[in-house]
């Protein structure tokens, strides 16, 4: 369920992670996954993945 989230930060872990989080809403997918909120946790994941992407691009200009 993590791996992705694990991974995003790891790729980025160069630039500031802790920044990217919290724009990201990092944490906020780990706080529904705690809650057990899976219909969150899965819209959350979407949107990080959807920025994830948004910012690996920029950086492959880069």
Do not use: R
């Amino acid at each position: 369920m993590y791996s992705g989230i694990y991974y995003f930060l790891k790729l980025y872990e160069n630039y500031d992670a802790e920044i990217i989080a919290l724009k990201y809403d990092v944490d906020k997918v780990y706080i529904d996954g705690l809650k057990g909120d899976w219909n969150k946790t899965n819209e959350s994941m979407k949107k990080v993945d959807s920025q994830y992407k948004k910012v690996s691009k920029e950086l492959d200009k880069n």
